[in-house]
């Protein structure tokens, strides 16, 4: 039988997904693309090329959408899977377009969700939220890029696994299974949305390596951009040691008030490293070594913008733009309701939002002007971790995966 799929975006994960499933017979693909003229451009190059090329290790494959359109309701009414392929700072405006639209059993996902992405999907979906699933990937299988606009995109290498979350948690297996097959990546369910939100180390590296390599920055440019992981020195990795330690210390804290919740997915940096890197780390015996030798890592370098003389770094990027409202300040939220300190992660917090411009942790507690336009549980005011479990489901969601 065919399966309706509605891919939300028009960027280099879009892209991707479109040719890999267009490409498939029993599949049905229709793209929502409201940004600006992105639509326009789709269905240009898609005349042009007769579809999306997705250029893989593998070879070619070619993947035609049976429709793109900015209209919601034209490119969502009837599918069975939604999967937002977005920057996290536009989940929320398209997941309230989109509301309307979703037929009952739904599922609607995000790929990758990072933080609290059921906090936010359960807000903008409002009353419909109880007739659809929720679904979470921590990360995007593929790194992906467009070569040309609606019409070809390369995958540069694909994630051995990929952690997924879902809501109601006895989904997650089932949704796993589909998405499985459909993206020929291997997926592992994990308790909770919580575990998802906590697990996620990019909240640790992006912004602790932005800190470390720029919070004494003179204002100067540099001559040339500075690496970026390689750039790990001894003082930066004590800095993501610190924050890992932080996160690791609400993990127990949570185990102990909650024993039944299964947060065996939020490992520590080191062991992130190791398991995700085996193979391409040269000496892993310390944390600056696993950075400092990642073979994988070689040659990538600090968001930097040119400039006369030299390169200045881009603090709008998104190792500080998305991964502080949208990832690390989740879980300092979720840190406040626990009465868990973070003094590092708050020191990095304060000087992200400094070059932000934004206000997102006032005299240590998570709120100020921008809070808004973060996925924190503050914003949704939640105020206790009781409230936040009851409401996310994060212990019924364990036991449903657990039976
Ligand atoms: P991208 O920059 O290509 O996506 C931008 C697209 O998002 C735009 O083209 C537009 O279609 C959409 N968009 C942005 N703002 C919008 C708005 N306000 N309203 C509606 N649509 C809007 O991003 P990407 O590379 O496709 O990545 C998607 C997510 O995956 C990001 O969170 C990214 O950090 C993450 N990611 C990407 C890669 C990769 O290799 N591309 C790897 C790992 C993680």
């Given at each position: ?8 975006g028009g960027?280099?994960?879009?892209h991707?997904?479109?040719g890999?499933?267009?490409?498939q017979?029993?599949?049905?693909v229709?793209?929502?693309?409201p940004l600006?003229d992105?639509?326009?451009r789709?269905?240009?190059?898609i ?11 593998q070879?070619?494959?070619?993947g035609r959408p049976?429709l793109v359109?900015?209209n919601a ?11 937002l392929?977005l ?6 405006a398209?997941l309230e377009?989109?509301a309307p639209y979703?037929?009952s059993?739904a ?9 609290g992405?059921?906090l ?11 007739q659809?699933?929720i679904?979470?990937?921590q990360t995007?299988?593929w790194a ?11 995958i ?13 948690a ?6 796993a ?5 459909l993206?020929?990546?291997?997926l592992d ?6 575990s998802?939100t906590?697990a996620?180390?990019?909240?640790i590296?992006?912004p602790g ?11 100067k440019?540099?001559p040339d951009?500075?690496p ?7 003082t930066?990795a004590?800095?993501?040691q610190?924050m890992?330690d ?13 024993p039944d ?7 520590s ?13 040269a000496?892993s015996?310390?944390l ?8 994988s890592y ?9 400039m ?5 770094p881009?603090?709008?990027a998104?190792?500080?733009a998305?991964d502080?409202?949208?990832n690390l300040l989740?879980t300092r ?5 626990a009465?868990?300190?973070m003094?590092?992660?708050d ?9 932000l411009g934004?206000e997102y942790?006032?005299?240590g ?5 921008d809070l808004?336009?973060t996925r924190?549980?503050q ?11 009851q409401?996310m489901?994060y212990?019924a969601a ?6």
């Amino acid at each position: 039988m065919k399966i309706q799929i509605t891919i939300c975006g028009g960027g280099n994960a879009a892209h991707t997904l479109v040719g890999l499933l267009g490409n498939q017979n029993d599949v049905i693909v229709k793209v929502y693309a409201p940004l600006g003229d992105e639509a326009d451009r789709w269905q240009n190059g898609i005349r042009l090329n007769g579809g999306i090329t997705v250029l893989t290790p593998q070879g070619k494959k070619l993947g035609r959408p049976d429709l793109v359109s900015r209209n919601a309701s034209k490119a969502v009414s009837g599918s069975e899977l939604v999967i937002l392929a977005l920057p996290a700072f536009a989940h929320q405006a398209i997941l309230e377009e989109i509301a309307p639209y979703l037929i009952s059993g739904a599922w609607v996902g995000a790929l990758p969700a990072r933080g609290g992405f059921d906090l936010g999907a359960r807000s903008a979906l409002g009353h419909q939220v109880t007739q659809v699933s929720i679904f979470g990937f921590q990360t995007l299988p593929w790194a992906c890029r467009i070569q040309q606009y609606g019409s070809e995109a390369i995958i540069l290498g694909t994630k051995k696994q990929v952690d997924i979350a879902a809501w109601p948690a006895a989904q997650g297996p089932v949704i796993a299974d589909r998405l499985q097959q459909l993206l020929s990546v291997r997926l592992d369910p994990v308790g909770s949305f919580l575990s998802l939100t906590l697990a996620d180390t990019g909240q640790i590296i992006h912004p602790g390596i932005m800190y470390g390599l720029f919070h004494d920055w003179n204002g100067k440019p540099y001559p040339d951009k500075r690496p970026f992981y390689q750039g790990v020195d001894d003082t930066i990795a004590e800095v993501l040691q610190q924050m890992s330690d932080e996160v690791q210390g609400l993990r127990t804290v949570l185990g102990k008030s909650y024993p039944d919740l299964d947060l065996s997915a939020v490992r520590s940096l080191n062991d992130w490293l190791l398991r995700s890197y085996q193979g391409t780390i040269a000496d892993s015996s310390t944390l600056q070594s696993r950075f400092a030798t990642n073979q994988s890592y070689a040659g990538l370098t600090a968001p930097m913008k040119p400039m006369s003389g030299g390169f200045v770094p881009d603090f709008q990027a998104r190792y500080l733009a998305e991964d502080v409202p949208f990832n690390l300040l989740v879980t300092r939220g979720i840190a406040g309701l626990a009465d868990v300190p973070m003094p590092m992660v708050d020191r990095v917090v304060t000087w992200a939002q400094t070059q932000l411009g934004k206000e997102y942790l006032v005299d240590g507690k998570v709120e100020g002007t921008d809070l808004p336009a973060t996925r924190a549980p503050q914003r949704f005011a939640i105020t206790s971790l009781d409230r936040l479990f009851q409401e996310m489901e994060y212990l019924a969601a364990d036991s449903a995966v657990s039976t």
